[in-house]
């Protein structure tokens, strides 16, 4: 029985290999490539050519199937990354086979097909956004609420076109996000697992539906060909000195009269009439 | 570590600093539940000084509050870009406002001699944590925009979780320092309570909103 076993997985692991490899591709195609390339150089993310020669395979299937968790685990290396990069890899809910075949992929194993020496094509393979931009804006500035109830992404955030006064700066700006996550399937990618350490307390409670993945990634792609201001505080700052001196000149003028004690205007009474 | 203390630990030793504190205070010395009024002493910069500071700081931290009680009340109604912007400028110079009366209230106390001698050292402290607690707020206003939305998906959350005994500091750890040191410094002006004369909260004549009114009668007109 277990000679039967043995011959049988003999016969089955080149072929089994060779399927990965091929599968590998198919799925570096469509998770993987929007923030990577293989000997493309860095994009979102870093280039993975070579990636067996640095990263043991336990640590790569690892972060593979759970970038967050390695993140989270304090991983010395996960941490250079994420400081390299600037953002955390999203957790993109690889399946364990996916991984395997990924791994092939990237050189992991004898059978795997040599990586491609060629850079990867700039532009994605995946269709243009299927969600509309001017439902993203609406959901960006709050015009629109989130189902889940989240907050609208102006609170922290800003990005060119919406405003003068723009958005929040507890986050970054996101005007270059689209491309910096390596266009839509890398950003929708990061807003379905919201892998930012401040953003995922709320948005693990809050999430955003796929709809409104779509529409807020179609409104960033869109975002580098509009103009932005970057004057805000100081208009914020103006407006309020403004409303603060209009408030206290109508406190002087409503209160000029005001009753005061007693004393004082005897006190002056006296001054005044030591003075004729 | 340092956030557990921060936003575990500190929150719970303040409130009950506060509590235990302030029933200490009012069992042994109850009639010192009082700002201890200067106005005798000095009035009319106290005018303005107090008036600009009580209405300005009552204002925002109403707004503070409103937000934790009532979160998606304040969550819808700053969710909206023109009323979040709206809200976000006067608050902000309320806060200006009540900044300024501040530093006319420390002004006379530095200069009107008979002032300065009824003021305690607890009174420059709690004016010190106040200045800095209103500083942070406005620098985070203008720095960190825009606090009065994201507070109800950071902070708020985060104060519910202290309420509820199940401290989520995870809300809390990843803000800018300002904004730590803002939430962590409110605890500290509730340790304060019952060391300072910030007791006067709860002896404010707030029934004077609704008692039937007085009419003074002056016997002579104030000379003009």
């Known amino acids: ?276 | 570590m340092w956030n557990t203390v921060l936003f575990s630990v500190i929150p719970y030793v303040a409130v009950a600093l506060a509590v235990v504190g302030g029933i200490w205070r009012y069992r042994t010395d109850r009639f010192s539940y009082s700002s201890q009024s200067s106005q005798f002493l000095e009035s009319r910069a106290l005018f303005w000084g107090s008036v600009s500071w009580h209405y300005g700081i009552l204002l925002i931290l109403g707004a503070h509050v409103i937000a934790v009680v009532l979160w998606t009340v304040w969550g819808a109604l700053v969710n909206d870009q023109g009323r979040l912007l709206v809200l976000e400028v006067i608050g902000l110079a309320v806060s200006l406002l009540s900044l300024a009366g501040l530093a006319v209230l420390a002004a006379r106390r530095l200069s009107v001699p008979r002032v300065r001698s009824v003021t305690s050292p607890m009174d420059w402290v709690l004016m010190v944590v106040l200045a800095v607690q209103v500083i942070l707020g406005i620098w985070m206003s203008l720095v960190y925009r825009w606090g009065s939305e994201w507070y109800v998906h950071t902070s708020v959350p985060w104060l519910h979780s202290l309420v509820k005994l199940n401290p989520k500091p995870e809300f809390m750890v990843n803000l800018p320092w300002i904004v730590k040191a803002h939430a962590v410094l409110g605890f500290g002006l509730i340790a304060l309570f019952p060391f300072t004369r910030l007791v006067h909260i709860v002896s404010a004549p707030v029934t004077y909103l609704w008692r039937s009114y007085q009419l003074v009668v002056w016997n002579r007109r104030a000379a003009q």
């Open chain 1, 1 to 276: 029985m277990a000679a039967g076993l043995a011959v049988a997985a003999a016969v089955l692991v080149p072929a089994t290999g060779a399927w990965a490899a091929d599968d590998g591709k198919a799925v570096f195609d469509q998770l993987c490539q929007g923030c990577h390339s293989i000997g493309g150089g860095d994009k979102a993310g870093p280039d993975l050519a070579g990636l067996a020669d640095r990263r043991d395979r336990d640590w790569a299937e690892q972060f593979i199937l759970a970038p967050d968790t390695v993140i989270a685990s304090g991983d010395a290396t996960a941490k250079e990354l994420v400081a390299k990069y600037g953002a955390p890899m999203p957790n993109l809910a690889v399946t364990q086979s996916q991984a395997d075949a990924l791994l092939t992929h990237l050189g992991y194993a004898d059978t795997a097909a040599p990586a491609p020496a060629t850079p990867e094509p700039a532009a994605p393979a995946t269709p243009a956004p299927a969600g509309d931009a001017e439902r993203g804006k609406a959901l960006f500035t709050g015009g629109n609420d989130f189902v889940e109830g989240g907050p609208s992404c102006l609170a922290c955030h800003s990005v060119a076109g919406i405003g003068s006064l723009g958005g929040g700066q507890v986050g970054p700006d996101l005007t270059g996000a689209y491309a910096k996550f390596g266009g839509q399937q890398g950003l929708q990618a990061a807003l379905k697992s919201v892998p930012f350490p401040t953003m995922a307390p709320i948005f693990q409670r809050e999430p955003l539906t796929a709809s409104e993945q779509a529409d807020l990634t179609a409104f960033l792609a869109d975002a580098p060909n509009r103009s932005r201001t970057s004057d805000a505080a100081a208009k914020l700052l103006g407006l309020s000195v403004g409303l603060a001196v209009i408030v206290a000149a109508l406190a002087l003028l409503l209160w000029r009269g005001r009753l005061t004690g007693v004393r004082r205007a005897l006190v002056n009474q006296v001054k005044e009439s030591r003075l004729r």
